[in-house]
């Protein structure tokens, strides 16, 4: 299991069965504002709906490329 240290930015309901902040969890329990451990396949899930940013998994950072190369900013 890779383990993620994430940002919560809004609550996050982490389902019994998964990993939170060094337990495996027998029933659900909300992870609020701030800084917790949980597996990263949720983990990078809850990231890309908003709720929270991963910071970490297995203690390596997790960087984003850029998206620009300079200019104006445009995705068009």
Not at 66 to 76: F, I, K, L, Q, R
Request: proline share 5%; with cysteine; charged share 15%.
């Amino acid at each position: 299991m890779r383990i993620a240290t994430v940002q919560v930015a809004a609550p996050v309901r982490v389902p019994a069965g998964q990993y939170l902040n060094g337990a495996v969890l027998t029933a659900p329990e909300w992870a609020r504002k701030g800084t917790h451990t949980m597996e990263a396949e949720f983990a990078q899930k809850q990231d890309a709906a908003g709720m929270l940013e991963v910071e970490s998994i297995d203690g390596a950072p997790v960087l984003w490329a850029s998206c620009c190369t300079g200019g104006a900013h445009d995705h068009a």
